[in-house]
């Protein structure tokens, strides 16, 4: 097993720097550019030196024994100062050690992985956790690398395990009289699964829209006030305003967070009939773009109607409350006057829609329960019949076992891996 190291912290000039090793070599290794290490989880100030003897920067050195390591290696961290000439030195003298080489991306949590230290599960939690921006996305990577996912399907793998049970008993003892009947209890224990993986697989749509972000999107006829609404709600001039009607031909994308969570606001072309062929095209890409977003805004002048059919949940209000007395039901980006309720309105819209969420969180956990409940909706099926079916009713636990599994990680995890860990930074 080769001996790891990276910058951990984030590239650039920083307060400070993290420069981590791990592996079998960290302690030795880390003592040649250091002298005497610290004892482990102690921090301590030391001269970092070149092989030949020149000081590279003085840093706190900290040390983890692999028994209580975040990797379960040897880990041994350089607090640097965080600047971008200190870090390359040191980690071009650490190239230079025997035995050590730069870490790929996500090899770290490899490492954790490989150790027993998380589960799939919580490693996708982590890289969630790395990468959250707001609020609502923080929260729900923090149950997923809790390890939240894994202690439901270590219950749900109980039940199923008891169910099993229950089956072999009836089918060692088919050619006796079975005391009694195990189907109703084996009945019941699937059911209890199916039902909670099933809110799981419900929620998984949500899940997915706080990891990745809501689209929202503004709609309505031309010079009705979209990019300046845009620009209040962004807090800044992300998209042009002007008098001119048609001026936003291309779809105007900006990120924010809202009610704790990621969204992403669309300014769209002005809805009307046109001659112009570029304006021609801004139309129809508003049209849509408005269509797939989580959330319409449709901004209309006051006493008039949308050119579309709002959804249910779609949100209709008047322009220019400045210049219509409108004091409810209108917002103004240019006096600011609505634009607080606005995003309130938006937050509850988004966030009712968020409720469901739960921890499954990517795909790759919907489809591991789907596969999960086609085998239970089977054995439960098979259990119905009658005895005869038990043998097959169990072949079908056994598979829906098999995906559970699958869900956190504990078998088929090679071909996974490469795609979990895609996204990792370099150091994490
Ligand atoms: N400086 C620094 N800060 C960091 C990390 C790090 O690696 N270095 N982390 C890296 O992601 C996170 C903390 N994660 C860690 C997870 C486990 C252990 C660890 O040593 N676990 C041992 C002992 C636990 C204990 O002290 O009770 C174990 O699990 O056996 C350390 C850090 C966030 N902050
Ligand atoms: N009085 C007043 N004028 C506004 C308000 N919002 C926008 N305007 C003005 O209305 C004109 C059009 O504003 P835009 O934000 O460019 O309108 P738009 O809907 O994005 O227009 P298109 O890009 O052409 O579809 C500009 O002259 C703005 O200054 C408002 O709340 N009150
Ligand atoms: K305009």
């Known amino acids: 097993m080769s001996t790891i190291f990276a910058q951990a912290s984030a590239a650039g000039k920083a307060g400070v720097a993290v420069v981590r090793i791990s592996g079998p070599k960290a302690f030795s290794a880390a003592s040649q550019l250091c002298g005497s290490l610290p004892a482990p989880r102690q921090a301590a100030l030391r001269r970092l030196r070149s092989a030949p003897g020149e000081v590279l920067d003085e840093a706190l050195v900290l040390c983890f024994s692999e028994k209580a390591s975040f990797t379960g290696e040897e880990t041994v961290e350089f607090q640097t100062h965080g600047s971008v000439a200190v870090v390359n030195a040191l980690l071009a003298e650490l190239g230079t050690v025997d035995g050590l080489r730069l870490a790929e991306p996500g090899e770290f949590t490899r490492r954790a992985l490989a150790n027993g230290r998380l589960d799939l599960a919580q490693v996708e939690g982590l890289a969630d956790l790395i990468a959250s921006e707001t609020e609502a996305q923080r929260q729900q990577a923090l149950r997923l690398f809790s390890g939240g996912l894994g202690d439901l399907a270590a219950h749900w793998r109980e039940r199923l395990i008891r169910a099993s049970a229950l089956l072999t008993v009836t089918i060692d003892f088919a050619d006796e009289e079975v005391p009694v009947d195990v189907s109703p209890e084996v009945l019941e224990l699937i059911a209890e699964v199916q039902t909670a993986m099933q809110a799981q697989v419900d929620g998984f749509g949500a899940a997915e829209r706080i990891r990745t972000g809501y689209e929202v999107a503004i709609v309505g006829p031309p010079n009705v006030g979209k990019s300046t609404l845009l620009n209040a709600l962004a807090g800044r001039d992300a998209a042009i305003t002007s008098e001119i009607a048609g001026t936003t031909r291309d779809v105007i994308e900006v990120r924010m967070e809202l ?10 072309a002005g809805l009307r009939e046109t001659d112009d062929t570029i304006e021609k095209i801004g139309v129809a890409r508003a049209l849509e773009r408005a269509k797939a977003a989580d959330l319409r805004v449709f901004l209309i002048e006051s006493n008039s109607k949308p050119e579309l059919d709002p959804a249910p949940d779609d949100i ?13 039901g209108a917002v103004s980006g240019k006096t600011g006057a609505g634009v607080a309720q606005l995003v309130e309105q938006i937050g509850a819209k988004l966030s009712s829609k968020t409720a469901k969420a739960g921890l499954a969180t990517r795909a790759r956990h919907k489809e591991a329960m789907e596969r999960c409940l086609v085998s239970l909706a089977e054995a439960s099926n098979r259990v119905a019949l009658g005895p005869e079916f038990t043998d097959i009713a169990s072949e079908e636990l056994r598979i829906s076992l098999e995906a559970l599994n699958m869900l956190i990680g504990r078998v088929d995890i090679e071909n996974v891996l490469d795609e979990v860990f895609s996204s990792f930074c370099l150091g994490k």
Not at 259 to 268: E, K, M, R, S
Not at 316 to 328: E, H, M, N, Q, R
């Open 259 to 268: 009610a704790g969570l990621p969204v992403t606001l669309l300014d769209t």
């Open 316 to 328: 209709v209000i008047a322009s220019k409350a400045d210049l219509s007395g409108d004091k409810f």
